[in-house]
């Protein structure tokens, strides 16, 4: 399956700004339409404050979240036409918790692109978007762009987390369209016991004869773990190579991903230096 839609979740943020650029050139690679889309969170008041309130004010407040929505509609077409984008691209407003509303359109499209979950690993930071809540309701691959990314011609090339799991096959399944575009794809291995068996925990079964079999160009590539982290050693990799995409598995509990959100998946998108591509 060719992809053809993608989702952007824009707000004009720097983040945000990062995403729009990368689902750019992914739509001009193939040929997708790229929709924007910003979510306004309703203000939320007590029952006892909403029922003193004049409707003047708050017709006021709906006002202005509507012209700021439509100034972020301006800066995404703005930023679209300075890309040279020749693409169809779209715009949508809706209302309601970022995070769900963005998981519920994610259905509809091929994919999510989103700038890096930032204020998840920052406390001091407010949260818009849980990205829990986000990859476990959207039932679609998300792209998360790091915030401090230089979009750049793709390279074609790409690097997956790849311990046999469940959540690591989902993933490499979700990201197959892509990753058959690629020239060549690194396989992330890492042994964690001597009796671990990192291409397949089943005798004669083996991923890169499947990879093979989709016209996938893929060498793999035992992570040094000495001195560093699964999670350290995965970003050193890519801080090397500079892969176009890693692809992951979210919330498993095999090597590379460590049960809601944890671990080596938390580590990786916190500090991320390339786009990751999640799926649950």
Request: glycine share 8%; net charge neutral; charged share 25%.
């Amino acid at each position: 399956m060719a992809i053809k839609d993608l989702l952007v979740a824009y707000d004009g943020n720097e983040a945000s700004e990062k995403a729009l650029e990368f689902a750019l050139k992914m739509g001009a690679k193939y040929g997708a339409v790229v929709t924007g889309m910003k979510v306004n969170t309703p203000p939320k008041f007590d029952s006892h404050v909403r029922r003193w309130m004049p409707e003047d004010v708050i017709k006021g407040m709906a006002e202005a979240q509507n012209e700021a929505s439509a100034a972020i509609k301006s800066k995404f077409e703005a930023h679209v036409a300075a890309s040279g984008f020749e693409g169809e691209t779209g715009w949508l407003v809706e209302e309601g918790q970022p995070d769900i509303m963005l998981a519920r359109s994610a259905r509809f499209y091929d994919l999510l692109l989103i700038g890096q979950f930032e204020s998840a690993f920052r406390p001091e930071m407010h949260r818009t978007v849980d990205p829990k809540e986000l990859l476990l309701r959207a039932g679609k691959p998300i792209i998360i762009v790091p915030k401090g990314y230089t979009v750049r011609d793709f390279n074609e090339t790409a690097a997956v987390a790849w311990d046999a799991s469940r959540f690591a096959a989902r993933a490499l399944t979700d990201a197959m369209q892509i990753l058959e575009t690629k020239k060549s794809l690194d396989v992330l291995t890492a042994e964690t016991s001597p009796s671990s068996d990192a291409k397949s925990r089943m005798p004669g079964l083996d991923i890169f004869v499947h990879l093979k079999r989709h016209g996938v160009t893929a060498n793999e590539v035992r992570l040094d773990k000495s001195g560093a982290s699964i999670a350290g050693a995965i970003l050193e990799h890519c801080a090397k190579t500079d892969p176009d995409v890693l692809v992951m598995g979210a919330y498993g509990r095999g090597t590379f991903s460590a049960a809601l959100f944890g671990s080596v998946t938390r580590t990786v998108l916190e500090k991320q230096n390339v786009p990751v591509l999640l799926s649950h």
